[in-house]
């Protein structure tokens, strides 16, 4: 097995860590953010652009890539670092998520989901071992298991049956998962219930992965009942094991879960954003299509060092994007990604030097979401 | 005057010849492919990327700058060059065309013309004084006079009319202009009657510009009615000024206008179609979205050392395509220009080694339209 995770340091004050993370494609320095590439590309950028940006790892997911261009294709072009040309560690999320988010479930049952495809509307049955075997296919260095997602309205009974059949199901897939260049990553569920979160942690930690996803949260809750969730499970996870936070890419949570002891984070957030003309600055949030921003030619944070704020002005982002011009939504993106993954480098930077629990004050002082 | 037009060979079984332009951004050798960057970006790539591509020089447009942003801005900014973070040479064209192809035109008199903008509807008043104006503020080392166009289908009255006028208002643009970093071309129409281009030009030529383009032409006209055009066009230009051949973009096109004399051609065409999924290859166009490239795991074109051709295949660019992914376009583009751009050097090579002749035949055998 090339997966290895390696604890660096813990910090005295808060539940952070720094660690390493070893797989067939190289290391990852945790924590560490991995940018969404979802259909097998980070939105407007290329590969060579999350280099420069410091991006260790990407993730990228194995439903859409199974529906387009279908599984076969990635396999027979060498695995996804060849067909996407990254040369780096990917994750692959199962698609759990989106098989229960996007388009129409038709049927859940022990075995598996029927559902209907988001692109052309044709049914599919996946159980699994279907899962695990397509991510197989598709190459990623960290594959995640099937899960059942329940949403933020589910109750009691829905996220109880969905909590059995997610650990049912990490059971399969970890039956089922061959590759030795692949490490497997069980999931948590248990909705918007700490019991429930508690007893999932508990199974899931049972069947002994090589790290664990926390799934169903930054579904719409509120902010403090996502940290309620987990407060309650990361401690459940060995200390020897990462732990990935599913979904959360804001900057203000990120920094606080760090100091909770998460070691991974995904989100397709930052770059979401971006193309919505909003980024990250030093103080908050700025939306470029502000009127404001028309004649200032000063870059979106004068701090920054990114490829953007290096080489042009809000005036001329501005420009582009009320231009409806694609290389604005491509600067932008290339800014958001590099603030969040400088961000992540310096809590890194934080708990070695022992100053995290400062660094966060400041931070949560400084930036006004 | 810092514009300066150096004849380096002439070529001796064709009408061919290379050149170099100095401007005040730096040099242009010709013939010159300009890529066009309508709305001060070429759309979906970056100044670095051109750079890379080996682009000498861009075409900006007058008419949708004074539009949007508007021209104050820019010329705030410190002009064209700083706004746009390109450091080489620009050319903007005055938006003749443009005034007459897009949006509606209100009103035309000799004094100028009355148009409704195409971002929101307000009128505008432009005379020739005013796009010369603009042209300054704006900052391109190279501008064109404002011309009036007239459709393929205009009568020989309308273009012997647009002949007067465009002679007219290309007096009133020279008389009008002032900056000393900037060298203003005269414009030739004529419509499709050999004996108005053959009026215009002298009467343009009489004028004594830095350069001239030959306007009004590949606008939907067949070929042949375009080469005969030019036939009669080109020899009227004086030798020592540099021809500019407007909107052309089709590679058998500009290589058959090289061996007929023309120096500068800009189009949107390589950039358009690439967005359309088209790109051109070593045998002529290949569109990306035909289903034999889904498992095509070979490069556009594996002679070719673009970006995108060392580092992509046909499969994942045409995924890219099918799943809207902007990156797709850019990698398109990307190779789009960079094709032209390496034709236009062989041609210059071909030029100076004394085998157009020869180049122009294989790459009509070679490369069907």
Redesign the interface.
């Known amino acids: 097995m090339s997966f290895e995770f390696e604890l660096i340091k813990k910090d005295n004050s808060t539940k952070a860590r720094i660690g390493k993370i070893k797989t067939a494609h190289g290391e990852i320095n945790t924590p560490v953010f991995m940018p969404v590439g979802t259909?097998?590309?980070v939105?407007?950028?290329?590969?060579?652009e999350l280099e420069e940006i410091g991006t260790e790892i990407i993730l990228n997911n194995a439903y859409h890539l199974f529906l387009?261009?279908g599984t076969?294709?990635i396999k027979?072009?060498?695995g996804l670092h060849k067909?996407?040309?990254w040369k780096r560690p990917i994750l692959t999320d199962s698609g759990g998520y989106q098989v229960f988010s996007l388009g129409e479930t038709l049927k859940v049952t022990d075995d598996g989901v029927w559902f209907k495809s988001i692109i052309d509307g044709s049914s599919h049955f996946l159980a699994p071992e279907d899962v695990i075997r397509i991510e197989e296919d598709l190459g990623a260095d960290i594959i995640m298991v099937f899960d059942e997602c329940v949403s933020y309205s589910a109750s009691y009974e829905e996220a109880g049956k969905a909590v059995e059949r997610t650990t049912n199901w990490a059971l399969r897939c970890k039956n089922s998962h061959k590759s030795d260049n692949q490490s497997l990553f069980g999931i948590i569920q248990g909705g918007f219930f700490e019991d429930l979160r508690v007893k999932s942690a508990n199974e899931i930690v049972n069947l002994d992965f090589s790290g664990y996803g926390i799934g169903g949260l930054s579904v719409g809750e509120p902010k403090e009942v996502m940290y309620q969730m987990l407060k309650c499970t990361i401690p459940l996870i060995p200390e020897n094991k990462p732990r990935y936070l599913m979904g959360l890419g804001d900057p203000v949570g990120i920094v606080e879960e760090v100091a909770e002891g998460v070691d991974m984070f995904d989100s397709a957030l930052p770059t979401r954003i971006a193309r919505n003309g909003t980024v990250f600055a030093g103080k908050g949030r700025l939306n470029i299509r502000n009127s404001e921003h028309?004649?200032n030619?000063v870059p979106l944070d004068s701090s920054c060092k990114c490829y953007t704020c290096s080489?042009?002005?809000r005036?001329?982002l501005?420009?582009?994007y009320?231009?409806s011009?694609?290389?604005?939504?491509?600067?932008l993106t290339i800014h958001n990604l590099y603030f969040i993954i400088k961000l992540i480098e310096k809590l890194r930077l934080s708990i070695l030097e022992g100053r995290l629990e400062s660094f966060v004050a400041e931070f949560k002082l400084k930036y006004i979401t």
Chains 1, 2 share one sequence.
Do not use: C, Q, V
């Open positions: 259909k097998a590309a939105k407007t950028i290329t590969s060579e387009r261009p076969e294709i027979e072009s060498g067909f996407t040309n028309a004649d030619f080489n042009y002005t005036a001329y501005r420009h582009l009320m231009s011009e694609i290389l604005g939504l491509r600067l």
